[in-house]
């Protein structure tokens, strides 16, 4: 299927480029491709960017979300393992 010259191109590659990147390197860029690929879905749904790159969009946005998700559980738990270890440690003496 031939894309149309007045949409724009598609960002599927760089938006699962940086989902992945976010899962290895550092979970907090998980929010680059998470709202990157749902503006870009958003522009696809309207008409206004081709939506062949659909699929490795949505695949980014997903790794995204589970990026921050995960940066998120970290944080929690590390904040627990901190308060409950002091804690732990103040009782024992």
Same mark, same amino acid.
């Given at each position: 299927?031939?894309?149309?010259?007045?949409?724009?191109?598609?960002?599927?590659?760089?938006?699962?480029? %940086? /989902? @992945?990147? +976010?899962?290895?390197?550092?979970? =907090?860029?998980? *929010? !680059?491709?998470? #709202?990157?690929?749902?503006?870009?879905?958003?522009?696809?749904?309207?008409?206004?960017?081709?939506?062949?790159?659909?699929?490795?969009?949505?695949?980014?946005?997903? %790794? /995204? @979300?589970? +990026?921050?998700?995960?940066?998120? =559980?970290?944080? *929690? !738990?590390?904040? #627990?393992?901190?308060?409950?270890?002091?804690?732990?440690?103040?009782?024992?003496?």
């Amino acid at each position: 299927m031939e894309t149309e010259s007045h949409l724009a191109p598609h960002r599927g590659g760089l938006i699962l480029a %940086l /989902g @992945i990147i +976010s899962l290895v390197v550092c979970q =907090f860029l998980g *929010i !680059a491709p998470w #709202l990157m690929g749902r503006a870009d879905i958003a522009e696809m749904n309207a008409g206004r960017m081709d939506p062949s790159g659909r699929s490795l969009t949505d695949a980014g946005k997903i %790794l /995204g @979300i589970v +990026s921050v998700a995960l940066a998120v =559980f970290t944080v *929690i !738990a590390g904040a #627990l393992f901190l308060v409950f270890g002091l804690g732990m440690a103040a009782f024992s003496k």
